[in-house]
Each structure stands twice: as structure tokens, then as C-alpha cells.
């Protein structure tokens, strides 16, 4: 007569991802036994960004998709830009943020470009079609992100964090197309632009903040 032990054999029950649960069960004659259970990274709560002491505690995507860090800027002074194709300005924007790249990155200036669809949808292209526009007509070269929001209930945290720090004139929220941010050298926003000030007219606030030494 057969016996349990005579029958023991290592059965995949199956792996089935549930709820973000991995599960092997493994079966041994007339008993299934629960042997593995991965579970997934503990989401961040919604508000976290509100603890945030700088910049650095983000995360971002790219524009090719990776994952980055904001903690590689430590040390530099930041312009953190919501970027758009189609908008009467964003030829004098564009152009005169690489300028600004060009003579400043030596110095410690990082340029953010977030392009966002929000404003009169005058960013409708993909990601890809973003990056072909920015580098084939105006030669960008300062890092540009994945496209996001950054006012309303899906707006990325670092937005969330920006507008926390530096109040916007009639309520916190982004007005248009190239809002602007600087951060120091420590992480923290210290100064907002509107979406009509021109890179060229505050040179001189970026200046001073890099001639801060970074800690």
C-alpha cells in the first residue's frame, strides 16, 4: 500500500503575484505547505514630501526612463524648469537656458527641465518626441526629465515641495509653462520665477548663489 513518505514528491503549486504577494506552495503527498512569501517595498505615504529637509530626498524619472536620484546634485546650484514645445516663449526660454548651461556648469549650475502638458496642452508629444524637439533645434544639453504634473492631486512630490517652499503670487500653484525654481548648493529652494521672467533676468541671483561654497 502506498504511504505518505512513499508518495513525497516536490510539487510548484505555482507562483501567482496577488496583491503584490509572490507565493510558492509546495506540496508534499496529501499536505500543501505555504514555503515562500516576498513581499513588496512599502509605499511612501502621500504627504512624505512634506518632511523632506531638501531636494535631495527625491526621486525622478528621466527622459530615457531611468531612475534618478536628486541626491547627485548635492553640492550644486539648481534651476528647475517646467518646460513646454509649443508655447509662444519657449524659443527665448530654451535658448537662453543653454546659454546660462554653457557659461555656468563649470561653476556648479545644473539646469532640470520637467516638461509638462498641463498649460494649454503645449506639450502633447511623448517623452521621446520631448528630447528630439529640445536637442535637435536648440542643442540642449542640461539634464531633461520624464513628462509629469505639477499642479492637482497627481502632481509629482518634488513639485509639491517646490510650492511648499517658494509661494507663487495669488496661491502656491503653477501659473504656466517655465516656472522656475533655484535651489543652493544646500538642496533648498531659495528663490521662484514667473513663467514671463526670462532666464537672462535673474543671471545675477544664480551668480550669487554660486559663489556659495558647497557643505
Known amino acids: ?88 516663449f519657449t524659443d527665448k526660454n530654451y535658448k537662453q537656458l543653454q546659454v546660462l548651461h554653457d557659461e555656468l556648469a563649470d561653476q556648479g549650475l545644473r539646469i532640470l527641465a520637467f516638461p509638462c502638458n498641463q498649460f494649454g496642452s503645449q506639450e502633447p508629444g511623448t517623452n521621446a518626441e520631448v528630447k528630439e524637439f529640445a536637442t535637435g533645434k536648440y542643442g540642449v544639453k542640461f539634464d531633461m526629465f520624464a513628462k509629469i504634473n505639477v499642479n492637482g492631486s497627481a502632481a509629482d512630490p518634488l513639485y509639491d515641495y517646490l510650492k511648499s ?21 544646500k538642496g533648498q529652494p531659495v528663490k521662484r520665477y514667473a513663467p514671463n521672467a526670462e532666464p537672462f533676468s535673474f543671471r545675477a541671483d544664480i551668480e550669487k548663489f554660486l559663489k556659495e561654497e558647497p557643505k
Open 1 to 88: 500500500p502506498r504511504t505518505t513518505s512513499a508518495v513525497t514528491k516536490l510539487v510548484i503549486a505555482g507562483l501567482a503575484a496577488t496583491g503584490g504577494v509572490t507565493r510558492i506552495a509546495i506540496s508534499r503527498g496529501f499536505s500543501t505547505t505555504r514555503m515562500a512569501e516576498a513581499k513588496p517595498a512599502e509605499a511612501k505615504p502621500k504627504d512624505w514630501w512634506k518632511k523632506a529637509a531638501s531636494i535631495y530626498e527625491f526621486t525622478v524619472t528621466d527622459i530615457d526612463g531611468n531612475e534618478v536620484s536628486l541626491d547627485q546634485y548635492r553640492g550644486n546650484v539648481c534651476l528647475i524648469v517646467n518646460v513646454a514645445s509649443k508655447w509662444g
Open 165 to 185: 517652499k517658494q509661494s507663487g503670487t495669488l496661491g502656491n500653484f503653477i501659473k504656466w509653462n517655465f516656472s522656475k525654481f533655484l535651489v543652493d548648493r
